[in-house]
């Protein structure tokens, strides 16, 4: 099955920085990659997605890029904000699998 | 308007006990989940129900079984709960079954097995 991995676990960065969230998966079938915000004591919801086809993709502040070779996806988010606070899951799924198989999970604290 | 409802939000109950979490979903999806996050924050999917039919079910023990009356509900019955069975369960929906199509999750049921 898939198996995800998720770095770093943990994240602290100055207001106005960037923060970078990598991840890499097994399954080389895999063809769908959403990421998930969790604020505490939230639920999860989706921020941004990507498919394998698109080899990067933006929105506003935030950014996910995707290389199928090496099996790695990273999230990026420019110009951090103390609302950008919160644990962040990157997920791996494929057509086959019908299913999301997730990371462990960043928690990134936005200093301000 | 609530998207993803659960209930109850907070159960605290002893070893050995049988417990109910009640998920409902008024988006019109098709296809709905239960998710456990551990403390450690970890989210692993247990079970997928595509209109009304298990789809997925990923290796939890037996103790756990999830029920789907009609496609808007999916219930999750865990007999003889364990301390290890404390976590925080969501519950999700999807418009399709796929890895396309977004998942909603619920607001979580926080179980706390004493």
């Known amino acids: 099955g898939e198996n995800v991995e998720q770095h770093p676990s943990t994240l602290s960065v100055q207001e106005g920085d960037s923060a970078v969230i990598k991840c890499t998966y097994s399954?080389?079938?895999?063809?769908?990659f959403p990421w998930y915000k969790q604020e505490l004591g939230k639920r999860p919801q989706l921020i941004i997605d990507?498919?394998?086809?698109?080899g990067e993709k933006k929105d506003q502040r935030i950014a996910v890029t995707l290389n199928k070779t090496a099996k790695h996806f990273s999230l990026h988010i420019t110009e951090t904000q103390p609302e950008d606070s919160a644990v962040y899951f990157c997920?791996?799924?494929?057509?086959?699998?019908?299913?999301?198989?997730f990371g462990g999970g960043t928690r990134l604290m936005v200093k301000p | 308007d609530t998207a993803v409802s659960q209930t109850p939000k907070y159960l605290v109950t002893q070893m050995g006990n049988d417990k109910s979490i009640k998920c409902e979903q008024n988006l019109g999806h098709d296809t709905m989940y239960w998710y456990k996050q551990d403390s450690k924050k970890f989210l692993k999917i247990m079970f997928s129900y595509n209109n009304k039919e298990l789809i997925i079910n990923e290796t939890v023990p037996n103790r756990f079984s999830p029920k789907s009356p009609d496609k808007a509900h999916l219930n999750l019955h865990i007999n003889s709960l364990e301390l290890g069975d404390s976590a925080v369960y969501f519950c999700?929906?999807?418009?399709?079954?796929?890895?396309?199509?977004?998942?909603?999750f619920g607001p979580g049921t926080r179980l706390t097995v004493t």
């Open positions: 399954d080389s079938a895999s063809n769908y």
């Open positions: 990507i498919r394998s086809n698109v």
């Open positions: 999700a929906s999807s418009q399709g079954q796929g890895p396309y199509y977004e998942q909603y």
């Open positions: 997920a791996a799924s494929s057509n086959a699998g019908n299913m999301l198989t």
